[in-house]
């Protein structure tokens, strides 16, 4: 179930991580006096969108999801504009903006890909994507604390979190995986869990929340790419034209966001 998924995808991703600083003798501090910033941006980084993008994901294609959760630059560049100090909204993020959002409102009309069935599932994904920016936001409010320290706490709290939720509503002691299957879960905690928020948290904390999310301009190449490939998942002329639209305004949005307002 998706709770499940993503408990064990933040467990299998603290191990690494709580390893590398057990390695450099870097104290991880989840339970100190700032406990309180870990554990909330555990939820909103964490927990919150791993759950709700697993179980949107349960009914809608993969291509479809890469291209929605590639809305996180642009949803970063309109919250930084009101949140941060030194990333201000300006006229080419704007269009970049409008355009990266027009596309996204274009997919919803591919009744081939989103139905009555799955439109709900399609705005979970988008509306997890969000909490990444949100969680991006609140990061930044503890940037002076080492990269791993800051990694390894959020994740042993998303671990907290989770755990007895998992246990107590999906019981997956009942649960019999294969064996590609756990193998695909653990990749994804260690890798796309453990190892990716090190790097995110490290670009964030050096470049600043609108530049981090520019990874999202990879979201729909690939996964367009891969669900094609890997699962013979069917690539409409929206998709195509939505996956454009989106790349195209984050495109707009990087390059807005390298002119200064002064």
């Not at 939820?43 to 697993?54: D, Q, R």
């Not at 796309?192 to 470049?207: C, D, E, P, Q």
């Not at 600043?208 to 013979?232: D, E, S, T």
Request: hydrophobic residues 55%.
């Amino acid at each position: 179930g998706p709770l499940t998924i993503a408990f064990l995808r933040i467990f299998f991703g603290a191990i690494p991580v709580i390893l590398l600083c057990y390695i450099k003798k870097i104290r991880i501090e989840a339970f100190s006096k700032d406990w309180y910033w870990f554990a909330t941006i555990g939820v909103i980084n964490l927990v919150i969108p791993f759950f709700l993008i697993a179980y949107g994901v349960k009914e809608v294609q993969s291509n479809l999801a890469a291209i929605l959760m590639a809305s996180t630059p642009l949803t970063a560049a309109g919250l930084a504009h009101f949140f941060t100090k030194n990333e201000k909204i300006n006229l080419i993020k704007s269009i970049g903006v409008l355009i990266g959002f027009s596309g996204i409102i274009f997919l919803f009309s591919d009744n081939i890909l989103i139905n009555k069935n799955n439109i709900f599932s399609a705005f979970l994904i988008l509306f997890g994507s969000c909490f990444y920016v949100i969680g991006g936001l609140l990061t930044l409010k503890i940037s002076n604390k080492k990269n791993e320290n800051v990694t390894a706490s959020i994740l042993i709290w998303g671990t907290l979190v989770l755990m007895p939720i998992s246990l107590l509503i999906e019981q997956p002691w009942n649960l019999n995986p294969r064996l590609d299957s756990t193998l695909s879960l653990v990749y994804l905690g260690v890798f796309s869990t453990g190892v990716a928020w090190l790097l995110r948290f490290y670009i964030l904390k050096h470049n600043g929340l609108v530049f981090q999310a520019q990874v999202a301009y990879l979201i729909p190449i690939f996964g367009v790419i891969l669900g094609f490939l890997i699962l013979n998942e069917a690539i409409t002329s929206k998709v195509i034209i939505s996956m454009i639209a989106v790349i195209i305004g984050i495109y707009i949005v990087k390059r807005g966001s390298k002119i200064k307002i002064v």
